[in-house]
């Protein structure tokens, strides 16, 4: 079993960066696939990014290409998520989560379903 803790969430105008990061308790962070979620008010969760256990493979939403990445450090159990080019679109809760399906394969899971675990989430809010 894993937890897990974000942080770095705040408030910033569009066109600013946030790092978010994500740690993770327990001996097997490197086991776990992870992602970054995000759920705006009103709308249902969206897969953000995601990365394999051992970053070989990684995935990115459309929206989000070419402004977040991800990124973690198996050695210090974290895994952290750079915004740049913040859009008053990227307002909303960002979870973590994990997932050990597939374990080591080279796979970025992007569904909901496919996570077994879940962090409390951070704010972020993009002003225009």
């Known amino acids: 079993q894993v937890q897990l803790v974000e942080s770095g969430g705040g408030l910033v105008q569009a066109g600013g960066s946030l790092r978010l990061s994500c740690a993770a308790s327990g001996r097997t962070f490197s086991t776990y696939h992870m992602g970054w979620f995000r759920q705006a008010p009103g709308k249902e969760r969206e897969i953000v990014t995601a990365i394999s256990w051992n970053g070989g493979a990684t995935y990115y939403a459309e929206s989000v290409k070419g402004r977040f990445t991800i990124s973690r450090d198996n050695a210090k159990n974290t895994v952290s998520l750079q915004m740049n080019g913040l859009e008053p679109e990227d307002t909303a809760v960002y979870y973590c989560?994990?997932?050990?399906?597939?374990?080591?394969?080279?796979?970025?899971?992007?569904?909901?379903?496919?996570?077994?675990?879940w962090g409390q989430g951070t704010q972020v809010t993009v002003s225009s």
């Open positions: 989560a994990a997932t050990r399906l597939y374990a080591h394969e080279d796979i970025a899971p992007r569904y909901i379903y496919e996570y077994e675990y």
